[in-house]
């Protein structure tokens, strides 16, 4: 009997998913309020050096939900220009394909940088239907 029921409850799990979009980066968690990230990071260019040491971020947005709800993370990172330009560059956009949700590559001017998104689909998701159902409700 007690086979069986394990059987049962395996069988019941794997059908259940344990993904979630929520995400943890350095101390910041999706769903933060804006002055709990802000007890954590300032983003000025120090204040990012110090978050993210060894690795050269240009800057930082943070996306919140209509409730104040954090729920991404743009990080754009200089590019090399120098001796090691091609390799560095090659291994940072890949490693940032596998990190970031959405990776995207900036160019300006002489200068570029990557830019990399983490996201917590569902709390965006449910933003943009917030959003959406006001401008419908404002259009009708």
């Known amino acids: 009997m007690k086979k069986i029921l394990l059987g049962i409850i395996a069988i019941n799990l794997t059908f259940i998913s344990f993904t979630t979009d929520a995400f943890e980066f350095k101390g910041i968690k999706s769903g933060m309020t804006q002055k709990e990230v802000e007890k954590i990071v300032s983003t000025t260019p120090r204040g990012l050096k ?3 040491p060894n690795v050269r971020i240009s800057g930082a947005i943070f996306h919140y939900t209509n409730e104040g709800k954090l729920w991404g993370i743009n990080l754009y990172i200089v590019k090399y220009r120098d ?8 291994g940072y956009e890949n490693a940032l394909k596998e990190f970031c949700n959405t990776y995207t590559e900036i160019i300006d001017g002489v200068n570029g940088k990557h830019s990399c998104l983490i ?22």
Do not use: F, I
């Open 119 to 140: 996201k917590d689909e569902v709390l965006y998701r449910e933003s943009v239907e917030w959003y959406k159902r006001e401008l419908l409700q404002h259009l009708n």
């Open 83 to 90: 001796t090691l330009g091609r390799a560095a560059n090659a």
């Open 50 to 52: 110090d978050w993210v």
